[in-house]
């Protein structure tokens, strides 16, 4: 196993009728700056439940963050919070709200041009944060990470800092009956592929990180269809929840390689196409093991054993198995594993792989050797 520190310090509240524990983890006299989405949260009980919990503080909201926050959108609101001098976030919704709202927590105590804190400058110091997840996906609830559009720019661009780790994170399982079936979908691939990418590299001597990456993938794989089936299963719903925070809350990944692969080939699919975020990785992942299929076979052989029972045959015919299963279970969950189900075609390879040059994106994967010639076979496959 290889060194590691594991630092995360966002406190979960999970479960029915959290959100009333809100107060509880805001300092009394904060001024507080509420962030959410497009309205989902007026529609399913979700604000009047924030509302009610923080009657005792002051409260200024912005609504209208994207799926995919958008970089001018952010800036409004961090002008917004200066304006109101508010001392204190709380993030409202899914992985964008989250993502833009640790943005707009950096921006607000940045003096320069809020660009250069997604272009390499280092956060030095951002308000605090605390989150009410409505969308379990993307694991942002518990971890020091963000992604913000800049739609000029046609770029999705990442940034980090220990600072950014939401103080709290609630998680109400109930407050994801209202998701559509394509946000249902897009969650459990979101949290399929956050824990391949971390486990589907090669062996690494940490049995119990492979385990506990098993245990979460045949989690996700029996749970997801239900909440398809029946969007109300609370017990469904509150293990999908559990798993996408686990899944990339930092846990999984320590001591051992990871891959992130699909993740910087998917970003461009999204900057480009406007692709929601986990359905890019249901296209790029499977085409991704078929072509990494001899650097990442021993992991596939356990993968193929482990996750999906597969021990007859050879050794090619059960990667093969898994890399089918692995699309399989996708369809299953609605979303869609080839581009020309997107209405794309061949043309979108050169410009995928003319931005993933331009990102410096040439050297990707456990080894560092998925170049762009791996990356157009990837996006071939993909078709
Ligand atoms: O805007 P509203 O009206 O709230 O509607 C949203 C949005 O349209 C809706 N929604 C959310 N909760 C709902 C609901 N609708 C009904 N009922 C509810 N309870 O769902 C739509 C999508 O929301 P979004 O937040 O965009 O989805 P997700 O959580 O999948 O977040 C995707 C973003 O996270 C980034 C992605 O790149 C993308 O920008 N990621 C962030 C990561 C991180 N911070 O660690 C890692 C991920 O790999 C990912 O890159
Ligand atoms: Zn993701």
Redesign the pocket.
């Known amino acids: 196993m290889r060194n590691f520190t594991f630092y995360n310090p966002t406190r979960i509240h999970f479960g029915e009728g959290q959100i009333a524990k809100l107060a509880r983890d805001v300092p009394e006299g904060a001024r507080v700056l509420v962030t959410?989405?497009?309205?989902?949260?007026f529609?399913?009980g979700?604000w009047q439940q924030v509302e009610q919990a923080l009657a005792g503080h002051p409260v200024t909201r912005f609504g209208g963050?994207?799926?995919?926050?958008q970089f001018d959108t952010l800036v409004k609101a961090t002008e917004l919070a200066r304006a109101e001098r508010c001392d204190f976030i709380i993030a409202v919704?899914?992985?964008?709200?989250?993502?833009g709202s640790?943005f707009i927590a950096a921006a607000a105590c940045h003096e320069g041009d809020p660009l250069e804190l997604l272009t390499g400058r280092r956060i030095a110091a951002a308000l605090p944060l605390g989150c009410v997840l409505?969308?379990a996906?993307?694991?942002?609830e518990s971890?020091p990470?963000?992604?913000v559009?800049h739609v000029a720019r046609q770029e999705?661009l990442s940034f980090s800092s220990a600072l950014l780790y939401p103080r709290f994170a609630i998680l109400d399982p109930r407050?994801?009956?209202?998701?559509?079936p394509r946000?249902i979908g897009?969650?459990v691939v979101?949290a399929f592929v956050?824990t391949l990418e971390q486990y589907l590299t090669y062996p690494a001597d940490a049995p119990l990180q492979d385990r506990y990456a098993e245990g979460l993938l045949q989690t996700l794989i029996e749970e997801g269809p239900k909440a398809l089936a029946d969007p109300e299963d609370y017990r469904v719903r509150a293990n999908l929840m559990w798993c996408a925070t686990q899944a990339?809350n930092g846990l999984l990944g320590c001591g051992v390689p990871q891959d992130w692969s699909t993740?910087m080939i998917g970003?461009e699919l999204?900057a480009l196409y406007h692709i929601?975020?986990?359905q890019t990785l249901a296209l790029v992942l499977p085409a991704l093991l078929a072509e990494r299929r001899q650097a990442k076979r021993e992991k596939l052989l356990q993968y193929a054993l482990r996750v999906w029972g597969l021990k007859e045959g050879e050794e090619d015919d059960r990667i093969d198995g898994a890399i089918r299963a692995t699309r399989d279970f996708f369809k299953r969950m609605g979303v869609p594993t080839r581009l020309s189900e997107h209405g794309l075609d061949a043309d979108v390879i050169p410009r995928v792989l003319a931005q993933l040059e331009r990102h410096g994106m040439t050297a990707l994967g456990e080894r560092h050797d998925l170049d762009l010639a791996a990356s157009e076979r990837i996006l071939l496959k993909a078709l």
Request: hydrophobic residues 25%; glycine residues 18%.
């Open positions: 959410h989405g497009g309205g989902s949260i529609q399913n979700v963050i994207e799926p995919n926050p919704g899914g992985g964008s709200v989250i993502d640790k409505t969308l996906a993307t694991g942002s971890n990470h963000g992604v559009t999705k407050t994801t009956f209202s998701l559509p946000q897009n969650g979101d956050h990339l993740h970003h999204t929601d975020h986990a």
